[in-house]
């Protein structure tokens, strides 16, 4: 069973789905003879040619724009942004129309693509590469979001993204390209996760930490630590897909662990942690221990190079949060 990167594992699952289906194809700048600005579309050009690997001008309205007309006129888009930020030239055919074509049309018409996108920081870029604004796209009805946590993850949702017949948002953090390896099954893929479903990742007891993306891997590390110091093995989610929001998983932990903490890198306000931590005020209020902590990035631009470290974070914030909330 090989391992590969996340890079490795999102082309393949594109590779395999462009195979499976010749509806499918990919499009934005870069992504045919340079195989994309992180070589995620690598060597697709060579096997699927110019018709289903399409370079485009350098206009994220006029991507998404075509990518409607494909999507309505029977094709399944895959367009990619180059970093995630790029996105808001495009926001306005994103809102405007690909959220709302089922509806509009009164389902006559569905817009069936995924919107690809690196975010987050971990990579020391330049300004307007590294933020995580995924909550504009959760808040945004219509749109699915999905960000996966590792290679295989990766994989397996972008593939169940593709073959949905709503748009979705794919969330691709940057940080973890290269970084994790992880063994992707070859052969018969089994069974696809379902969209909008929450992970239990690591059952456990006393604690319920939740997270999603790049930092899902550091809240594991400062899980496995706090089980060292306490003897108290917390349970570990990964939401996976922002919208919908699978709140159901979370309520049902902290119903059996009395204490939650919500780990992010986005900006702190009106974030996701928000919002999960108001339906577990709703539904779960009485089960719980302790106050919800949250740990997210700050109100602040995502700083550049050398305190970019200092904005996200860490195994230490996190552990500080949980320890506080336990002993509580």
């Not at 195979?19 to 992180?38: C, H, Q, S, T, W």
């Not at 979705?168 to 996760?193: D, K, N, T």
């Not at 939650?260 to 577990?280: D, F, K, M, Q, S």
Request: hydrophobic content about 40%; aromatic content about 6%; some cysteine.
């Amino acid at each position: 069973m090989p391992e590969l990167t996340m890079v490795q594992a999102i082309n393949r699952a594109l590779r395999e789905e462009m195979a499976r289906d010749p509806r499918v194809m990919v499009l934005g700048e870069d992504v045919g003879r340079d195989g994309g600005i992180f070589r995620v579309t690598d060597g697709l050009l060579d096997q699927f040619g110019e018709d289903r690997v399409v370079d485009t001008p350098l206009a994220e309205t006029g991507i998404i724009g075509t990518s409607v007309g494909l999507a309505v006129g029977g094709m399944v888009p895959v367009p990619e942004m180059q970093f995630q930020n790029f996105s808001y030239y495009a926001f306005a055919q994103i809102e405007n129309h690909v959220a709302r074509m089922r509806w509009r049309s009164q389902g006559r018409f569905t817009c069936p693509m995924v919107i690809r996108m690196p975010y987050g920081a971990g990579i020391h870029a330049l300004e307007l590469h590294s933020e995580s604004r995924e909550a504009y796209f959760a808040h945004t009805p219509g749109l699915k979001v999905v960000i996966p946590r590792s290679p295989l993850k990766a994989y397996q949702l972008l593939k169940a993204s593709i073959r949905d017949p709503d748009p979705v948002i794919f969330c691709e953090p940057s940080a973890l390209y290269r970084r994790v390896r992880e063994e992707v099954p070859e052969g018969p893929e089994g069974a696809l996760p379902p969209l909008g479903e929450a992970e239990v990742v690591q059952e456990g007891e006393g604690l319920t930490l939740v997270s999603y993306g790049a930092m899902l891997q550091r809240t594991l590390k400062a899980a496995e630590t706090l089980a060292q110091e306490t003897g108290t093995r917390p349970e570990v989610i990964d939401l996976q897909t922002l919208s919908p929001l699978d709140s159901d998983t979370v309520i049902d932990s902290v119903k059996k662990t009395g204490r939650c903490v919500v780990v992010n890198e986005a900006p702190r306000t009106l974030g996701v942690p928000a919002e999960l931590i108001a339906r577990l005020n709703e539904e779960a209020l009485e089960y719980l221990e302790a106050p919800i902590a949250r740990v997210t990035g700050y109100d602040v631009h995502v700083p550049l190079f050398a305190r970019e470290d200092a904005y996200m974070p860490d195994e230490p914030r996190i552990l500080e949060a949980a320890r506080a909330t336990l002993a509580y």
